[in-house]
């Protein structure tokens, strides 16, 4: 079992209880003198202009500008059932817990997580016993915090920016919990005091539905699919796909506590940019920033790759099947390595797409280009890079004892690319 086993706070549900009906009165009173139509009460729309958009917290808004947007607290291409959603039975019912999320972690061994937005850090660690245990409350400076509850450590520190994507600390089972998981939420309060103090309020999620095969998407806390069936639930929770960006694609600045006017300020904090040189990591396939944009559009494919050494040197074709590629060698899909790497720009693209693709050389095996009917392809090597296991890799059904594998991403223009594939290594493993 993976669910928060909460405590409600009376005297806090009281007081918030007795605010929320004299607004409710005002608005009301509003009503009649204008008589006018009012658009439903939001909290959200107490701490930010409908038109915000956070640039510093890595927070943004949908077309209203009423309902945020955040990330899941795992790195991209991590792979987490939610076992509780908002309005959950077990727990998720009380002011501090309504809108939150619980995503499942394992059991066994500690798993990373990392801040979801940037802002300053507030570590809880008052008592492992209760409520969100230790835990990290990420102030966005506008009134409004991220919690991560449950955690086994934190590795933040008190009142020190983090940026998103930064590692934080692993998830646990602290406070009031069934088994490991990581509660997630965006709450209305001040982030210096423990989680059970402040307000749950939407919040969306942008992340990819794994069990419905859609791209990342912005996903209502209420609309993400949440539940355990064998504790009651009537369904089983959906596999939700992390998009967080690399911590190397953001900048952080420092957000001012929320009730504290008189903190200090300080200056904005850069961190180190994205890496543009190829040669600094050691991975077959990954994501970088070379636009410096902040945001992953670059495919970085290993030269090393080929069967034959002497085409590292020569430039490649990306052939691909799915919307992003439309399985023609054409002058456009034509990529030359650098430092090592082949670099696919998915900026130029401009629509969101799902595609699996790989690299024919431009060096037919006859020595000249490759033709229509593939006959003097020479492929790159999916095999030695997907054998391994990675998440860029998607295992085919191809009807033979051998395995097939493309390589298969995820592209939107507002959230970069990310790894799509089922990282299957044998065929087995294929339902």
């Not at 998407?217 to 699919?225: G, P, Q, R």
Request: with cysteine.
């Amino acid at each position: 079992m993976r669910k928060d086993q909460f405590v409600t706070r009376d005297a806090f549900d009281t007081v918030l209880r007795t605010f929320c009906w004299s607004m409710l009165v005002a608005i009301f009173a509003s009503m009649l003198v204008s008589c006018a139509s009012v658009e439903p009460f939001d909290a959200q729309s107490s701490v930010s202009s409908p038109q915000d958009t956070n640039e510093s917290s890595g927070i943004s808004f949908d077309e209203g500008g009423t309902v945020p947007i955040i990330q899941m607290p795992f790195a991209a291409g991590h792979v987490s059932q939610c076992t509780q959603g908002a309005y959950g039975q077990s727990s998720h019912h009380s002011t501090s817990t309504m809108y939150d999320i619980d995503f499942d972690t394992s059991n066994t061994s500690k798993e990373e997580l990392r801040a979801p937005v940037s802002g300053v850090a507030y570590v809880h660690t008052e008592d492992a016993s209760k409520n969100f245990g230790y835990h990290v409350n990420i102030d966005l400076g506008n009134g409004t915090y991220v919690i991560l509850g449950h955690m086994a450590d934190i590795a933040a520190k008190n009142g020190e920016p983090v940026v998103a994507g930064q590692f934080v600390g692993h998830e646990g089972c602290t406070g009031y919990c069934s088994g490991d998981h990581v509660h997630v939420g965006l709450h209305m309060g001040d982030a210096r005091k423990m989680g059970e103090f402040g307000a749950s309020i939407p919040v969306r999620y942008m992340l990819a539905d794994k069990n419905l095969k859609s791209r990342a998407e912005a996903i209502d806390c209420t609309s993400l699919v949440c539940g355990i069936k064998s504790l009651g639930d009537p369904v089983n929770g959906h596999m939700y796909i992390s998009a967080l960006p690399s911590v190397n694609a953001q900048t952080v600045s420092s957000a001012p506590s929320a009730s504290s006017s008189s903190a200090p300020s300080q200056p904005p904090q850069q961190t180190d940019p994205p890496l543009i040189n190829p040669k600094t990591s050691t991975d077959d396939v990954w994501v970088n920033d070379l636009n410096l944009d902040g945001m992953q559009e670059t495919l970085m494919l290993s030269a090393a790759r080929w069967a034959d050494p002497i085409l590292s040197a020569h430039d490649a074709f990306v052939w691909g099947t799915g919307g992003c590629f439309d399985g023609l060698l054409l002058q456009a899909d034509r990529v030359s390595p650098q430092n090592g790497y082949y670099q696919i720009d998915f900026s130029k693209l401009g629509k969101p797409c799902l595609g699996d693709l790989t690299l024919i050389s431009a060096l037919g095996s006859d020595g000249s280009l490759p033709n229509l009917l593939m006959s003097n392809w020479n492929w790159w090597q999916n095999a030695s890079v997907c054998s391994k296991g990675s998440p860029f890799c998607q295992l085919q059904k191809n009807g033979h004892s051998w395995e097939e594998w493309m390589i298969r991403v995820s592209w939107d223009p507002y959230e970069g690319l990310i790894a799509f594939g089922n990282g299957y290594t044998k065929n087995s493993q294929l339902p």
